[in-house]
């Protein structure tokens, strides 16, 4: 949707920043990558039609889980009151961080708001001490906000011979720096998966660290749900970030790590410092998530069925899906003006899939990113194929965006 313009004669720019906004506005609503918040109207219990939602294992609106927020509201109130260092951090943080720890093989696992502040202010502490991130090219943007600064290097995605080039031209223009090598357990946009084994011993014979984000693979991944750390452990991963906004089905995150890194960053993390820490009661309630992702495998075992309907739908209709077995589902279509018409025609057929479009994906992959759910039933998988047809039977130039040629 195009941005309606304000009249400069009701509102005159009063500096040339409001000036240069404006040009910015324009310049992104003529490239198609507006956007906009749009309220989703129905109960967080009803898959029908929403397939752009992280919520895999359907916990948001377990039984368990709320009653366990509504245990902890009355226990600890709505809101922390204060950041970790002052008095926000609760007994029901104390636990949840015990549980996490024990359930990952970590020593040490800290709580933080949100999984942007975890990456971001975890690297910001390590780059004060001489650590450089090297990233693969497609992590995700709270990984590159945190990584700012001249001397960092990406390398192709997944690729370890130019991860293991890049770290020996950073060691060679910085023989004092440390090499953090930073990637995604399960990538947010492909769905594709990290060489994890290889990505780590990379770090170890360049005497580095390997951080991991598997914010998409914990709680999904595993046959215990651990994500990554169902195939590795600790030692292969020096830093493990999270959320709980993914498959816990709630807000907030954390970073695993020894015991040294965790008190260096209570000393010098600023965003786990100077922000409020979430509520005592969410950690309650994101303890009771954790407690059902590890006794109810059956829920990944029920997503596990719902990607593969998926797949074999979109393999009949012969779409240009990328390559993932995970609930992350990306039809590239490539270019933002097919994305967000095939995301309207979805919509009218009342199913919500988001338009992905540059600068969030390179420019020419633009896509739908389906995710699936263990909430969701055949009947919504079925309908949502149902409307792909007969959008694609009205809409020629769709199709053949579509489409594998």
Request: charged share 20%.
């Amino acid at each position: 949707m195009m941005r309606q313009r304000a009249s400069r004669a009701q509102r005159p720019l009063p500096s040339m920043l409001r000036e240069r906004i404006s040009q910015t506005l324009d310049t992104v609503a003529a490239a198609d990558q507006w956007r906009q918040l749009e309220p989703w109207p129905y109960p967080a219990d009803s898959f029908r039609g929403q397939f752009a939602n992280n919520d895999y294992l359907a916990l948001r609106s377990h039984p368990q889980v709320l009653e366990a927020f509504r245990e902890g509201l009355i226990e600890w109130g709505a809101g922390s009151g204060a950041s970790p260092l002052v008095s926000g951090y609760s007994s029901a943080h104390h636990k949840l961080s015990e549980a996490l720890g024990d359930w990952l093989g970590y020593p040490r696992v800290l709580l933080f708001s949100s999984g942007y502040a975890a990456n971001q202010g975890t690297l910001h502490a390590l780059q004060t001490l001489g650590g450089v991130p090297v990233l693969d090219r497609l992590s995700h943007a709270s990984l590159y906000d945190g990584a700012k600064g001249s001397s960092i290097r990406r390398f192709h995605h997944n690729d370890v011979v130019h991860a293991s080039k890049q770290v020996s031209a950073l060691k060679q223009a910085q023989p004092e720096a440390t090499p953090v090598i930073v990637s995604e357990g399960v990538f947010s946009m492909d769905g594709d998966l990290a060489p994890v084994s290889e990505l780590s011993a990379l770090a170890r014979a360049q005497n580095g660290l390997f951080f991991l984000d598997d914010a998409h693979g914990l709680g999904v991944r595993g046959m215990h749900g651990r994500g990554a750390m169902d195939m590795h452990d600790a030692k292969s991963v020096d830093i493990l970030t999270g959320t709980f906004g993914k498959a816990f089905g709630l807000g907030g995150a954390f970073v695993a790590s020894d015991q040294q890194i965790s008190d260096f960053l209570v000393q010098k993390c600023r965003h786990l410092i100077y922000s409020t820490a979430f509520s005592g009661a969410q950690a309650h309630a994101i303890h009771a998530s954790l407690q059902i992702i590890q006794s109810e495998p059956e829920r990944r075992g029920m997503l596990a069925r719902n990607i593969a309907r998926f797949q074999d739908f979109a393999a009949q209709l012969n779409l240009r899906m990328l390559p993932s077995d995970t609930p992350i589902q990306p039809l590239l279509v490539g270019s933002a003006s097919a994305a967000l018409a095939l995301a309207r025609a979805l919509k009218e057929h009342h199913i919500r899939c988001i338009a992905i479009r540059a600068p969030t994906v390179p420019k020419g992959t633009e896509r739908l990113r389906f995710t699936l759910s263990a909430g969701h039933s055949e009947s919504d998988i079925d309908e949502l194929f149902t409307a792909l047809v007969r959008i694609f039977k009205s809409n020629k130039s769709l199709y053949e965006a579509c489409v594998v040629r």
